[in-house]
């Protein structure tokens, strides 16, 4: 079983940067994908970006390419998201989700087969 923690949320001004972390416990991080969902309140929980078990490949929702940054470590079982040019509607608590798969990276949340309790993101405009 994975166990997954989030931090690096807080408040930033619009334009500004925040680097999220999500450390994992557990054998199996090194062979699975990882991605970031968001939600903010009253919408549904989105896919983010997501990144392979070897940290080649990638995937971002259009509304945060070339903003966000997805990368990970495996040596010390942690994934990262380095969120740019943060806008007020990124505003949501961030989730960390991990799926046993070296490579797949599905845009559907039920997908995913372990979470991390969320951070919360709020960027003033």
């Known amino acids: 079983q994975v166990q997954l923690v989030e931090s690096g949320g807080g408040l930033v001004q619009a334009g500004g940067s925040l680097r999220l972390s999500c450390a994992a416990s557990?054998?199996?991080?090194?062979?699975?994908?990882m991605c970031w969902f968001r939600q903010a309140p009253g919408k549904e929980r989105e896919f983010v970006a997501g990144i392979d078990w070897s940290g080649i490949s990638n995937s971002y929702t259009n509304s945060v390419k070339g903003r966000f940054i997805i990368s990970r470590d495996n040596a010390k079982n942690t994934v990262f998201l380095q969120m740019n040019s943060l806008k007020p509607e990124d505003t949501a608590v961030y989730y960390c989700?991990?799926?046993?798969?070296?490579?797949?990276?599905?845009?559907?949340?039920?997908?995913?087969?372990?979470w991390g309790q969320g951070t919360q993101v709020t960027v003033s405009s």
């Open positions: 557990g054998r199996t991080f090194s062979s699975s994908a």
């Open positions: 989700a991990g799926r046993r798969s070296l490579t797949t990276i599905p845009r559907a949340a039920r997908e995913y087969d372990y």
